[in-house]
């Protein structure tokens, strides 16, 4: 079993910057591939960033790129997410996810087996 834990969010003026932690724990964090994801009121929940096992291979939506930038650092056990030049659509609640199955995971949420509790953001205008 694997638990992760977000944290990092917060309230924040658009064009400001968050960054978001996740800490995994219970399974040997090298084994997994990471990804967050982000959920808006109303909405479905959606992709925004994923990275390999390794860290190699990274990934992110159209709607982030060049903004959100995810890293991991497998002796802490610890996936992050820095988001940069927020905006008020960025507003969320944003998951970290695991998927122990693919060295690099895809950008469905159901490929991933395991979930934070989520961290809300928001970014005021």
């Known amino acids: 079993q694997v638990q992760l834990e977000e944290s990092g969010g917060g309230l924040v003026q658009a064009g400001a910057s968050l960054r978001l932690s996740c800490a995994a724990s219970g399974r040997t964090f090298s084994s997994l591939a990471m990804g967050w994801f982000r959920q808006a009121p109303g909405k479905e929940r959606e992709f925004v960033a994923r990275?390999?096992?390794?860290?190699?291979?990274?990934g992110s939506a159209d709607s982030v790129k060049g903004r959100f930038i995810i890293s991991r650092d497998n002796n802490k056990n610890t996936v992050v997410l820095q988001m940069n030049n927020l905006k008020p659509e960025d507003t969320a609640v944003y998951y970290c996810a695991a998927d122990p199955n693919r060295d690099y995971s895809t950008t469905t949420p159901a490929h991933y087996d395991y979930w934070g509790q989520g961290t809300q953001v928001t970014v005021s205008s």
């Open positions: 990275i390999s096992r390794r860290g190699g291979i990274r």
